[in-house]
């Protein structure tokens, strides 16, 4: 079983019960295929969903990890939530999470929404290109009134 933290970074703490080490999101999916993964509660709906299709996936409730580092004296940081959040895993009987078609809705809208929004970006970064080399007033006229006579 692994235990993850994530935060609001692209970085995620993890800890396999012997050691913890710092992943980013792919190698944490990597890490993920065919095992147990225990996460805070509270996660980005994106991440449970991308660790849901490649693993089993618990919730560990966020209240439960604080109260375990204080009771203990742990001090906070990622790598040693991420062992907090595997004691607690081991410990505790955790009922595998199950996404509902809406939330999987809700992740397909977001990725959907990305994809549009790069092709926006794309769009954008062209026009921005196209009035330097040609000069606003050319480009202006070609993207905005290439029917109008005058």
């Known amino acids: 079983m692994l235990g993850v933290d ?3 970074t692209k970085f995620f703490a993890v800890h396999d019960g012997e050691k913890g080490e710092i992943v980013d999101k792919a190698q944490l999916i990597e890490l993920a295929k065919g095992q147990p993964v225990a996460i805070e509660q509270g996660c980005p709906l994106s991440i449970a969903y991308e660790l849901a299709r490649k693993a089993t996936l ?3 409730p966020a209240q439960a990890v604080a109260q375990y580092r204080e009771e203990n004296g742990i001090e906070k940081s990622d790598l040693e ?3 907090v959040i595997w004691t607690l895993a081991q410990r505790d009987g955790l009922q595998p999470v199950t996404l509902t078609s809406q939330q999987l809705r ?3 809208l977001y990725h959907q929404y990305l994809y549009h929004l790069q092709g926006r970006i794309a769009l954008n970064n062209l026009y921005k290109g196209a009035k330097r080399h040609f000069g606003d007033e050319l480009v202006h006229d070609l993207i905005l009134f290439p029917f109008a006579s005058g």
């Open 58 to 60: 618990y919730y560990v």
């Open 81 to 83: 939530d991420a062992r």
């Open 106 to 108: 809700l992740v397909y």
């Open 6 to 8: 994530w935060s609001h």
